[in-house]
T-cell receptor, first 115, second 113 residues
C-alpha cells in the first residue's frame, strides 16, 4: 500500500519569502502521479501543481514549483515570493496510474504567511 | 465552467439517523470520488464511481454507501450515524486522460450529536 508522509505539521514565514514544504512517499510502482493541494479556511481543496512520475522535468506553476526526486521518493513544494493568501493547509497526494483511482494524502502542513 | 457542487454545506444529525449527501461533478466528468476528512484520521478515500459503477471502495463499514446517476451526479449515504462520523465529506470529479487529477467541491460538514 502506498503511504505519503509530510514531516512538517506547521510552518510560518514572512511575506515575500520562499518556503519549501517536504513530502516523501512509499510505493513499489514505477509510474504514478503526485499532487500538491491547498486547502484554505474555505475548505475547498485546490490543486496547486501536479507531476507525472515518468517526467523528469520538475513541474512549475507561476510561483509554485516542485523538486521531484524519484529515486529518493521525495516531492517537495517550493513557494516563491509568498503571499498572504498562500496561508492554508497544504496536502501532498499520490495516485497510481494502474489500478484504484484514488488519492492517498499526507497529513498536511499548515502554512502561515505573516505580513 | 461550473465547479464541483456539494449540497448541503452543513448538516446536523442525531446518532442513529441516516443522511444523504449530494455531489454534482464538473460537466463532462464521469469519475466521482468521495473522501472523509477528520482531524484525527486526515483525508481518507471512501469510494469512486465511474459511469454509474463503483470502481473502488475504501476501508469503511457498510453503513457508508453511494451511487452515481446517469448524469454523473453522485450521492453518498450514511446509515445509523455514529458520533465518529462527524467530518467534512469532500467530493471530487475527474475527466481522466490528460486532465488527470481531481477537482474538489467545498465539502459538506456533517455533525452528529
Amino acid at each position: 500500500a502506498q503511504t505519503v508522509t509530510q514531516s512538517q505539521p506547521e510552518m510560518s514565514v514572512q511575506e515575500a519569502e520562499t518556503v519549501t514544504l517536504s513530502c516523501t512517499y512509499d510505493t513499489s510502482e514505477s509510474n504514478y502521479y503526485l499532487f500538491w493541494y491547498k486547502q484554505p479556511p474555505s475548505r475547498q481543496m485546490i490543486l496547486v501543481i501536479r507531476q507525472e512520475a515518468y517526467k523528469q522535468q520538475n513541474a512549475t506553476e507561476n510561483r509554485f514549483s516542485v523538486n521531484f526526486q524519484k529515486a529518493a521518493k521525495s516531492f517537495s513544494l517550493k513557494i516563491s515570493d509568498s503571499q498572504l493568501w498562500d496561508t492554508a493547509m497544504y496536502f501532498c497526494a499520490f495516485m497510481t496510474i494502474q489500478g484504484a483511482q484514488k488519492l492517498v494524502f499526507g497529513q498536511g502542513t499548515r502554512l502561515t504567511i505573516n505580513p | 465552467k461550473a465547479g464541483v457542487t456539494q449540497t448541503p454545506r452543513y448538516l446536523i444529525k442525531t446518532r442513529g439517523q441516516q443522511v444523504t449527501l449530494s455531489c454534482s461533478p464538473i460537466s463532462g466528468h464521469r469519475s466521482v470520488s468521495w473522501y472523509q476528512q477528520t482531524p484525527g484520521q486526515g483525508l481518507q478515500f471512501l469510494f469512486e464511481y465511474f459511469s454509474e459503477t463503483q470502481r473502488n471502495k475504501g476501508n469503511f463499514p457498510g453503513r457508508f454507501s453511494g451511487r452515481q446517476f446517469s448524469n454523473s451526479r453522485s450521492e453518498m449515504n450514511v446509515s445509523t450515524l455514529e458520533l465518529g462520523d462527524s467530518a467534512l465529506y469532500l467530493c471530487a470529479s475527474s475527466g481522466g486522460g490528460q486532465n488527470y487529477g481531481y477537482t474538489f467541491g467545498s465539502g459538506t460538514r456533517l455533525t452528529v450529536v
